[in-house]
């Protein structure tokens, strides 16, 4: 795209502006201070900014869902106590922080304690690989994406920790629930990734986005067929590995009471909410990466497009909370296991073909193979009734 | 910035410390469940020592396979037992003591053998580090076979699980 | 159709619900929400609340002869009603050398409490009063401020006009009126003395 030299460099500058504003401090803090404290707070300002804006993200967060589900259900969302509801989550910041901290008398202490702070740690430390922008990434691993799923699959140990220290037969049975849950939806999440690894060459998040550049036509890779099996795939997992409905069977209230976190109020409680809808955030941050393009987009900064589409991912989410019933406890680990394992090999075995084949003939062979698949599993996943429990001793 | 690799080295030490004492507490402690989570900070622990050793997918790996699932094996196995809430398991009987004292001659021995091998460490092999493209090639290469094998393996696991763990057939009466 | 289609379907729902929140009105797919103290509901007519006691013009013209009906019909017997007694005319006695007036039952309440966190708004007084007197009101903020004991009502607070009652339940309000204007005239006609045929 042709532009003006003038409005090409105020996006330049629009674009990078938080990175050069953080270059302009530290070379600010150069001058009077030796190089190795230099390297401490270039670190430390990544890491006050994610753990400013993690919290900050997931507030408003609670705070859209609420309004959207609310239109939704054809009802006004908060609307009292700011204009829109904006202060409503500073409202419910306080009433948490104020809230009694109520442990149960025969519940471990110790691990009651730790449970949701374990929690946060993995929610937090997955910002580090998320792309923001151009050149606004944390930390440039080059295990980028080997470390994001690494980092989320620690989450279930919280969760057993959460639900045993509760001493309650509920949050037992919802934390075992739950850490089945997310294990099982860990493996198609991993999978579907795969083929956008193999393409892309590199497992870092940064060179994943560069290589679906183009400036007219855009190489998403949501626009191929196996990126968009894969990112349907993926984003069916994300949903799943963040409880939510419709596979929030663990924390269902009509069912578990609140599964593993009943016992946990106050703090503790916004602590394992916190946790959630973090996770919800980079779940959807590392979808746009992998599949959407990350901040690739014409005329924007690129901030305001990752943050454009993570925000489309979201309310895709919450849209999806609005609509559909929950998930029984069999056809969920069956949608995993049966359905979408397999969809993920076919999808990798797809993509394998659309690197040694050229494009045209690609697409003639992987949208049948994909079609055929998907059909073939509906088939063999057909309507499954449990079986009726014969209850000898109650005749 | 030599102050910034003192810095890590200490911090490296002290986590290898922590490991060590985690360690100590899965054996020692006398609440299973407890042990279990010392287990996970050990695993953790051993992850961040990888890291800075600069082996950064062996570090990955180690906390997505281990803390990730084993863990989560361990700890089902763990819940599906029973008397848990009791602190009564043992972890020390009365042979302890001349177990330890077995136990400091063992290590005092292989310590030894370390300190006195040979070990091939030049500066060319210090200073290759393996990227994931490497050990990709190398298991789909040199070391395809024993790749295979354990497909093999794995995939015999899975199904024996599945048919230990179905119901069998009930008889019609 | 296809496989999926009920998802698609459900997910298109909610989108236009979504959607048409913003811009429909409240009886077509609208949001039917309204916001109580900025907006009401519109009142209707048969909504019963809480009882009042009805005057013609001014608080000495209450209706109510304090027969004492609503107070033995009550439910929950939320009302105690304690008939006036006139005062005795100064100076005044009748052949039997009694004092006029003293002690005499006047046909109005001087004592006319309603225990409204008793009252279960269930209308029976309203049903059984003979005079027309005593009738359920709209007004539903009630709260007491201060204490509990403010939810007894006298019969000061109870009192309201008949053009309140007029404008609360037009058509009860109006065929009342109307019967007893009907009452008033047919009394008016039997008291003059009967007019007949020119002498």
Redesign the interface.
């Given at each position: 795209m042709t532009m003006p030299g003038w409005l090409r460099s105020i996006e330049f500058a629009v674009d990078l502006s938080f990175v050069n504003a953080k270059g302009w401090f530290l070379d600010l803090l150069g001058k009077f201070l030796p190089g190795w404290i230099v390297v401490l707070t270039s670190i430390v300002i990544s890491g006050v900014v994610i753990l400013c804006m993690g919290p900050i993200i997931m507030m408003y967060l609670t705070l859209l869902e609420r309004k959207l589900i609310g239109r939704i259900q054809n009802r006004y969302g908060p609307n009292r106590v700011g204009i829109w509801g904006l202060l409503q989550p500073i409202a419910d910041g306080i009433k948490m922080f104020t809230k009694e901290d109520i442990v149960p008398a025969n519940a471990d202490k110790l691990i009651h304690l730790l449970a949701p702070i374990v929690i946060v740690i993995p929610a937090l430390m997955v910002f580090l690989v998320v792309p923001f922008g151009e050149r606004m990434t944390a930390a440039n691993l080059n295990i980028g994406i080997l470390y994001f799923i690494a980092v989320s699959s620690i989450t279930t140990i919280p969760i057993f920790m959460g639900s045993w220290a509760s001493r309650n037969k509920y949050s037992l049975l919802g934390g075992m629930r739950t850490a089945a849950q997310m294990i099982s939806y860990e493996i198609p999440m991993t999978l579907s990734v795969v083929p956008v690894i193999m393409m892309s060459q590199s497992l870092s998040t940064n060179t994943i986005v560069m290589t679906q550049c183009g400036d007219v036509d855009l190489h998403w890779f949501v626009f191929t067929p196996w990126g968009l099996t894969g990112f349907m795939i993926f984003f069916l997992c994300a949903v799943a590995e963040c409880n939510r409905p419709p596979f929030d069977l663990p924390e269902a209230e009509s069912e578990l009471v609140a599964g593993f976190h009943t016992e946990y109020s106050g703090m503790k409680f916004a602590l394992f909410y916190m946790a959630e809808y973090m996770n919800a955030f980079t779940l959807c941050g590392i979808a746009t990466t992998l599949f959407l393009g990350g901040w690739q987009g014409p005329f924007l900064p690129s901030w305001l497009w990752f943050f454009g589409k993570t925000f489309l991912l979201i309310c895709v989410m919450i849209w999806f909370r609005g609509t559909f019933p929950r998930f029984r406890v069999d056809q969920l680990m069956g949608f995993a296991w049966k359905f979408l394992l397999p969809l993920t090999l076919i999808n990798i075995l797809v993509a394998g073909l659309w690197q040694f084949v050229p494009e045209r003939t690609a697409w003639l062979y992987s949208v049948p193979i994909l079609i055929v698949s998907l059909w073939t599993l509906v088939k063999l996943n057909r309507h499954f009734v449990p079986e009726k429990r014969a209850y000898p001793l109650a005749d | 910035m030599e102050i910034l690799t003192i810095g890590a080295k200490f911090g490296v030490y002290i986590v290898m410390a922590l490991v060590l004492v985690f360690a100590l507490g899965v054996v020692t402690l006398r609440n299973l469940f407890h042990s279990a989570l010392c287990l996970a900070a050990v695993l953790v622990g051993t992850a961040t020592v990888y890291l800075a050793l600069r082996a950064d997918f062996v570090a990955a790996i180690q906390i997505l396979v281990y803390v990730g699932a084993v863990m989560t094996l361990i700890i089902f196995a763990i819940m599906l037992t029973e008397h848990l809430g009791e602190k009564t398991i043992r972890q020390t009987n009365r042979q302890s003591p001349a177990a330890i004292l077995g136990l400091l001659g063992f290590i005092f021995m292989i310590g030894l053998v370390i300190l006195r091998t040979p070990w091939p460490v030049t500066k060319r092999a210090l200073a290759t580090g393996t990227s994931v493209m490497s050990l990709g090639k190398a298991l789909m290469g040199s070391y395809v076979f024993p790749f295979e094998i354990i497909s093999v393996i794995l995939i015999a696991a899975l199904i024996g699980a599945v048919v230990i763990a179905k119901k069998d057939p009930e008889e019609k009466s | 159709m296809m496989?999926g289609m009920g998802?698609l379907k459900?997910?298109w729902?909610?989108?236009k619900?979504?959607v048409t929140?913003?811009f429909c009105k409240p009886g077509s797919?609208?949001?039917?929400?309204v916001?109580y103290p900025e907006e009401r509901c519109a009142e209707f007519e048969n909504f019963r609340n809480f009882p009042f006691l009805v005057y013609d013009g001014s608080p000495d013209k209450i209706r109510c002869v304090a027969c004492g009906i609503c107070e033995r019909e009550c439910p929950p017997k939320c009302i105690s009603i304690t008939m006036a007694t006139d005062a005795a005319v100064p100076n005044t006695v009748d052949q039997k050398n009694i004092k006029v007036g003293a002690g005499k039952p006047a046909r109005r309440p001087e004592i006319f409490n309603i225990d409204y966190s008793l009252c279960m708004n269930c209308g029976m007084c309203e049903a059984v009063c003979p005079f027309d007197s005593i009738y359920m009101d709209h007004a539903f903020e009630t709260t007491a401020m201060g204490n509990r004991t403010d939810l007894l009502k006298h019969k000061e607070d109870l009192l309201k006009s008949n053009d309140y009652f007029l404008k609360v339940r037009p058509t009860l309000a109006a065929a009342v009126t109307e019967k007893r204007r009907i009452a008033e005239e047919k009394k008016r006609a039997a008291a003059q003395p009967p007019q007949g045929p020119a002498l």
């Open positions: - | - | 496989f998802i459900g997910l729902v909610t989108l619900n979504f929140s913003y797919g609208g949001i039917f929400t916001q």
